[in-house]
């Protein structure tokens, strides 16, 4: 059974850090791209960074490049999110998302809230 969870949301103020983690079980985690979205309140759910299998090339969106890292520890079966300079438009339920097609799994997400 495939799971990814994910953790290290929470309230934070602007400007704020946050750092998210995602943790996969029941998988080949060095086989899968790995990708983290997110969705805020009445939006659709919209990419946010992508990293291959290995770790050598990342992708972000327009609105988070300069801002958000994306890394992983293939050792560890973990994705991480690294968000720096938080905004109020930030908020939003960020979801992990394991692709090697035509598979694809995601976790229950974790709220992130920017807010003074």
């Known amino acids: 059974q495939v799971q990814l969870v994910e953790s290290g949301g929470g309230l934070v103020q602007p400007g704020g850090s946050l750092r998210l983690s995602c943790v996969a079980s029941?998988?080949?985690?060095?086989?899968?791209?790995m990708n983290w979205y997110r969705q805020a309140p009445g939006k659709e759910r919209e990419q946010v960074a992508t990293?291959?299998?290995?770790?050598?090339?990342?992708n972000y969106a327009d609105s988070v490049k300069g801002r958000f890292t994306i890394s992983r520890d293939n050792a560890k079966n973990t994705v991480y999110l690294q968000a720096n300079s938080l905004k109020p438009e930030n908020t939003a339920v960020y979801y992990c998302?394991?692709?090697?097609?035509?598979?694809?799994?995601w976790g229950q997400g974790t709220q992130v809230t920017v807010s003074s």
């Open positions: 029941g998988l080949t985690f060095s086989r899968y791209v």
């Open positions: 990293i291959t299998s290995i770790g050598d090339s990342t």
């Open positions: 998302n394991a692709v090697m097609s035509p598979l694809g799994f």
